[in-house]
């Protein structure tokens, strides 16, 4: 059953963790799984006079996309970044590695869909956050190993950075909107290490040419392209359920790796990317990030991108 609100849904970018579970699942069939009531919280926040939240910014569960049953986790960007910590990277990896267990089995799920809105690690927990890191990419390559797809969504304000494009890339099929943004190494923090000639982090033009959704999904960083409303995100998620993503296999690994391999060969000396639309052929290069969203996603189909190793 679609949402009763499917038509009208907001922006992805200004909705919070829960309102986008509530518009992409089917109306009614989120379970949540240690949610607010039980108050499991990070212990580490008071010794900095913060805040903790009664879920620690990751909302876990189950429910359905057109009558399927997946699994669902959701950073809330508000609170702390969206930050891989203690606490929230135990509920994610706790939830992925009960999908790999119960693969196979009557509690099987279709797929696993990540809503990652997060800077990376949290600097207050910065050791657990980077073993949650780690663990969660472990985690999603046992799920996609157990021939379960892993498909991350990205919009929101905090975009998917440090730990967090780690986690992405690790994922079978990449969700993206213009306001999505991805990458390893935030704007301010190559700022500070190589200076501002190197990367100004208050361009914000120039951060979202090289680290935003039309950058991604035109250099194959992501696979899909929505416009920013959750119901385009809800349509794109089912497609994906219905047309299944790359298995995790070596020959999926080596396709991969061999399109990183062109990639950095054809594009690793530019410094922005209207040069690399130019050595890759598109036309008006220069425009690409002046189109409009019906515009740009023609464009997409007509210059046939499409990427399928992942």
Known sequence: MIPENVMNQPSWYESSARARIEGLLDAGSFK?????????MSPHLALFDLPPAFDDGMIIGRGL????????????GQFMGGTFAEVSGAK????????????????????????????GVRLQEANAGEMAVSE??????????AGVPVV????????????????????????????GRISVSGPEV?????????????????????TGGRSRVLLGGADSYVKGDIGSF??????????????????????????LEHRLKAYGNCHDT???????????????????????IDLLVKEGVRHDAR
């Open 152 to 179: 991350a969504l990205i919009g929101g304000r905090a975009g998917a950075f440090g730990g967090g494009g780690l986690v992405t890339a690790c994922c079978s099929h990449i969700i993206i909107s213009e306001q």
């Open 32 to 40: 949540e799984i240690l949610g607010p009531q039980d108050q499991v």
């Open 92 to 119: 994610l990896v706790g939830l992925l590695r009960a999908v790999a267990r119960n693969a196979g089995t009557p509690q099987e799920v279709s797929t696993v869909f990540l809503l990652l809105d997060t800077g």
């Open 136 to 145: 969660t990419i472990h985690a999603i390559l046992d799920v996609r190993h």
């Open 274 to 296: 209207p040069e690399i639309w130019v050595i890759a052929g598109f036309s008006t290069p220069a425009a690409i990030t002046d189109l409009t969203e019906d515009a740009f």
């Open 234 to 259: 809800r349509k794109a998620a089912a497609q994906v359920i219905n047309n299944n993503a790359p298995p995790l296999s070596l020959e999926t690994l080596e396709r991969e790796q061999g399109r």
């Open 190 to 210: 190559i700022e500070t290490n190589k200076g501002v000639e190197e990367f100004d982090s208050r361009d914000r033009a120039l951060v979202w040419r090289v």
């Open 65 to 76: 996309i057109d009558g399927r049953p997946v699994a669902i986790a959701a950073q809330e």
